[in-house]
């Protein structure tokens, strides 16, 4: 890559393919060469908010046209649709910390919460847990839904709080000092976006009311956007995700299920599935009630979920590998054809 004609800038915005970079302090239109396009083998391969990369200036300083992707430090990864060639999408990338935001009304869900505990660690940032609308949460079920929140997450610190009053606020702008950047996930209804405008002291995203049969909210969030908050931090925005499917599982979920990785060390048997093996010591806890029978049917639930993904991932594989190799046959019996029309024959 030619780095004379390049300038490093920063993705702050992507919406249907559509780019905004911030460059020299402003944030200007970019679009993606035909190159990177074409030759991309996923989405995964193409620039995500929070991306930095190099760019070409066109039109005066109007526009900019995006050569490459710099190396990311972290990327947060979710299972596309299952019909898509596309698989894995990228949430956002080069985040110091992804902040899972549930709220403590309806919106509460642990199941939700383990499965977005394993993504966020895969990502390379480190999970926060953030309880939004403390005030609507009865206040004899407060104490219960922070420690289950608490037990799902070891290793995460947990942050109750309401984003109307300020209450635990401060809390979550301490986690953003100096200058870091983090994202925002969780479902609609959540809370993303009234906590977004409480950091930012201003209306920086749309906001909706929630269903109160459901608490589930409207899309208000329709596009990735980077925002830069007077304290110095910097959040990235996602729309409000309801499935988070798994992609891109290392150790996220034995970092996220820590608890269940400890007990199994206990096990009679190094291979012990925890599905009614003589020894297991993870279903003894279960007995006992030191672990959740909840916690160990969702463990096996995102297990299978990933192993079903590592096996499609290798069928893709196979299949791509064969239809390289079909194409490269072809190239070769076309040359052949065109040496022999040359000669005449």
């Not at 046209?65 to 990338?93: F, M, N, W, Y």
């Not at 005030?135 to 309401?162: F, K, M, Q, S, Y």
């Not at 150790?251 to 599935?273: K, M, V």
């Not at 239809?323 to 046959?329: A, N």
Request: contains cysteine.
């Amino acid at each position: 890559m030619e780095e004379k004609n390049y300038t490093a800038a920063l993705v702050t915005a992507e919406h249907k393919g559509v780019y905004i970079v911030r460059l020299d302090g402003r944030d200007v239109p970019a679009v993606l060469t035909g190159k990177i396009q074409s030759e991309a083998a996923s989405r995964l391969e193409l620039p995500v908010v929070g991306d930095s990369v190099d760019v070409a200036v066109i039109d005066g300083g109007a526009q900019a046209v995006i050569h490459g992707v710099r190396p990311r430090t972290s990327l947060l990864v979710r299972k596309g649709l299952e019909d898509s060639r596309d698989a894995a999408q990228p949430v956002a990338a080069n985040v110091a910390k992804v902040f899972i935001v549930m709220g403590l009304d309806g919106n509460f869900n642990i199941a939700r919460l383990e499965r977005l505990l394993v993504a966020a660690w895969d990502s390379g940032a480190r999970p926060v847990v953030l309880l939004t609308k403390k005030d609507l949460c009865p206040p004899e079920e407060l104490a219960a839904r922070l420690d289950a929140a608490a037990l799902a997450a070891p290793g995460a610190r947990v942050i109750g709080l309401c984003s109307l009053t300020g209450d635990g606020v401060a809390e979550v702008e301490a986690e953003l000092a100096g200058g870091l950047r983090c994202c925002f996930v969780g479902s609609s209804g959540a809370g993303k976006s009234t906590l977004l405008n409480r950091l930012a002291g201003r209306q920086a995203a749309e906001t909706a009311e929630v269903r109160e049969d459901d608490s589930r909210g409207r899309h208000t969030t329709t596009a990735r956007q980077l925002y830069f908050l007077p304290g110095g931090g910097q959040v990235i925005d996602t729309p409000g995700i309801r499935e988070f499917g798994m992609e891109l599982v290392a150790g996220g979920l034995q970092t996220s299920f820590s608890d269940i990785s400890e007990l199994a060390a206990e096990c009679r048997f190094g291979n012990c599935a925890h599905s009614g093996e003589p020894g297991c010591a993870v279903e003894a806890a279960v007995k006992a009630g030191t672990l959740s029978a909840e916690r160990l049917a969702n463990y096996h639930k995102l297990r299978r979920e990933t192993e079903r993904r590592e096996a499609a991932g290798d069928i893709r594989k196979r299949l791509e590998s064969k239809r390289k190799l079909r194409q490269f046959g072809r190239q070769v019996r076309d040359i052949g054809d065109n040496k022999r029309r040359l000669k005449g024959g």
